[in-house]
């Protein structure tokens, strides 16, 4: 009996053997080929990527090619995305999702007016990043900049582009606002136009993302519950030189909104956080998912106050 169960894992292992070598990617990349990698990267962000490639299991294969693929030009946009990503991402995304990512939001800084003026740090962590909170990843940059970019070709200064596009995103999309018909609070872009209904959160999500396919740094920004008791609300911040704030599919000017007195009313006990895609000693909170806190934040409360 023992023989017969040595003969039947031996066979085993003969017939195992040659999957393994006709498919790599069925187990992790060798740490060498991690470090050739890694190697390829500015020098800064080698330590963060090295530790994200080793979380990553088999999918590093996927970053490995993202890295080998991309040009030298805009390997800092992939380094920093890999760097900074959470664990969810590490394990799921693919090679060519991140490359047209990388390169759509490198190539859009040339078609605009503003493109030289948004300083290196700003670009990587509020134009180049596919995602803003736990939403589902989907592919819209391509889709989003094809739709928007002439909006913003034709418009002289980011804050007109802004509040053209709050308008005419929604209005073309079909998208509205709804507390009781969107599926959830935390949707995608296209889920929010699969469902024509959004919450607040999953209509600055979709302005987000709309803004950074034409070239303009945005952020989401909310808070977890007003200091009068009466619920959380999120919105966009955008980047002019300085942070402003627009309410997602309202018609009104930057830094004039229906919760301008409320949020210049907010205190230590009812912050403001902005999300981050770089990671931070904060978390971004999501009242719809209280247990994820794998979204870094930054403290925005100050600059609300009037």
């Known amino acids: 009996m023992i023989f017969l169960n040595k003969f039947i894992f031996i066979l085993f292992l003969l017939i195992l053997i040659p999957f393994a070598r006709a498919d790599q990617k069925m187990f992790r990349p060798p740490f060498e080929k991690i470090k050739n990698a890694v190697n390829l990267v500015p020098i800064e962000y080698q330590k963060d990527v090295l530790l994200s490639l080793r979380k990553s299991g088999r999918n590093g294969w996927e970053f490995i090619k993202a890295i080998e693929s991309t040009s030298p030009q805009e390997r800092e946009g992939l380094a920093f995305l890999v760097a900074n990503m959470p664990s ?155 942070w402003y704030y627009i309410g997602a599919a309202e018609a009104m000017p930057l830094d004039h909104t229906w919760f301008t007195k409320k949020a210049s009313q907010t205190d230590s006990k009812h912050p403001i956080y902005a999300t981050s895609f770089k990671k931070t000693h904060l978390s971004f909170p999501m009242r719809w998912a209280p247990s994820l806190r794998f979204v870094p934040a930054v403290d925005v409360t100050k600059n609300y106050k009037i």
């Open 88 to 242: 969810r991402d590490l394990v799921a995304l693919r090679a060519s999702f991140l490359l047209e990512n990388d390169t759509l939001a490198y190539q859009v800084m040339s078609e605009i007016p503003w493109g030289k003026d948004i300083p290196k740090e700003i670009f990587l962590n509020n134009i180049l990043p596919y995602a803003s909170l736990n939403e589902r990843r989907d592919s819209w940059r391509e889709d989003f900049h094809q739709r928007f970019i002439n909006i913003a070709k034709t418009s002289k200064t980011i804050d007109q582009t802004v509040e053209a596009l709050n308008k005419y995103v929604f209005d073309t999309l079909q998208v509205s606002y709804s507390a009781d018909k969107r599926p959830k609070p935390d949707q995608g872009p296209y889920e929010s136009t699969e469902a024509h209904y959004a919450s607040c959160t999953g209509l600055s999500i979709l302005l987000t993302d709309a803004l950074r396919s034409v070239g303009i740094p945005a952020r989401i920004a909310a808070i977890a519950m007003w200091p009068d008791e009466s619920g959380n609300h999120t919105w966009v911040e955008i980047w002019d030189g300085q």
